[in-house]
């Protein structure tokens, strides 16, 4: 009996460790706007990159680097940016949906939703 019970008791205390929390508001206010400022400065770069740069073959590597870095960290910044948004409000989703198949619905609408706003914004 002694080993059922320590192991409820171990299951009942990583249960209430792992318990998920909501971040504070104002942290995900300030995530929302460095992914978004990251987004912005990549697209910048992806502005100024100059065409001039590519006609010589030895200024590639060069001239290559500074766009692939914005179109990776920019990507990464807009999906995390669409993701932030979207799992904002998993709670008025889940309480809408009518079961698992109807919330995996929703929550891909606002993605997409989510997705478009954020490529509309650097346009």
Known sequence: MSGDSTFEEM????????????????????????LDNIVELAADELESWEIEAIKDPRNWPRAALGPAT????????????????????RHKRRAQS?????LALRTLKDAGREARKVLDEFR
């Open 11 to 34: 299951e009942r205390r990583l249960r209430a460790a792992l318990h998920p929390i909501e971040p504070p508001v104002h942290l995900q206010r300030r995530l929302e706007q460095t």
């Open 98 to 102: 009518r079961g698992a198949r109807d």
């Open 70 to 89: 914005a179109v990776v960290l920019g990507s990464g910044a807009a999906v995390g940016l669409v993701v932030l948004r979207t799992q904002r409000r």
